[in-house]
């Protein structure tokens, strides 16, 4: 049996059931998601690891429905662009109900973000910022976006996964949601797992080998299988420099600068 010592006491517009298995947990990291789409969660949220520790309370999943707080009969949540052009806008007065509810559900300090191709791209350092608050509140943009004033109101962090359009925010809040949660300790279980991956120092990872020790004709590097782990660390380090380099010249300048390296030197690895 689980313990209902943790669950959470607030004001609510309608009568809650505390002992329910979804009721609300105090002091759990939380992700709120304000979406049209609210079927579309937990999603790939709900499998493997990441739904294992939410089954667990590791972390609490909220999704706000956006069209409860829409105008009219048919809860319209949004409308034409002001000055002219295609497609619709999300309405700041529509969003402006949704956000009063959601601020409400969730600590004060949580940020609010609104995942936005103009936003700031989103990193490991982001999502590691995130795990160690009390959790975070996700927009999810529609149509041609979100009404500028209530962002501004709101102070709310504009995100982007990346330099491309997606139809709607869902599926980057579940990465965004994804990256973070995996950063909460017991989520993967092995701490040392999250600390060797990509981006943890700076650099992306170094290739990973396993059995069989041949396969069609490609043999693992013999360092791997020496047992020697400092010439294994020291490979290791030399490939993620060596990748870095290759295909991330942004990361290696940001890295060597870390380093107090010259960006500006050729660096021969």
Known sequence: MRSYGRKSISASPRPRDLLAPDAKLAGVWTAQVITLF???FPGTLGLSLTGR??????????????????????????DTPAGGGAGMV?????????LTEARSRIAPEAPLIYLSPRGRPFTQARARAL???????????RFEGLDQRVIDHYGIEEVSLGDF?????????????DATVRL??????????????SFSHGLLEHPQFTKPAVW???????VLLSGHHAKI???????????????????????LQSQGRDPDEDQEL
């Not at 359009?165 to 949601?177: D, H, K, Y």
């Not at 909460?184 to 991956?197: D, F, H, K, T």
């Not at 069609?216 to 013999?222: K, L, M, T, Y």
């Not at 660390?233 to 890295?255: N, S, V």
């Open 38 to 40: 609210p079927e579309a």
């Open 53 to 78: 520790a939410l089954k667990d309370r590791l972390w609490q999943l909220d999704t706000i429905h956006l069209r409860d707080f829409g105008e009219g009969r048919h809860r319209n949540v949004d």
């Open 90 to 98: 999300l309405r700041a007065d529509v969003m402006d109900r949704a």
């Open 131 to 141: 795990s160690e608050g009390p959790g975070v509140t996700v927009i999810c943009g």
């Open 165 to 177: 359009v997606l139809t709607g925010g869902e599926i980057a809040a579940q990465a965004l949601i």
């Open 184 to 197: 909460i300790p017991r989520v993967l279980g092995n701490q040392s797992s999250v600390e060797e991956e």
């Open 216 to 222: 069609n004709g490609r043999a693992i590097p013999e």
């Open 233 to 255: 660390t020291d490979w290791q380090r030399a490939e993620a420099e060596r990748l870095t380099k290759e295909r991330r010249p942004d990361l290696w300048r940001a890295y």
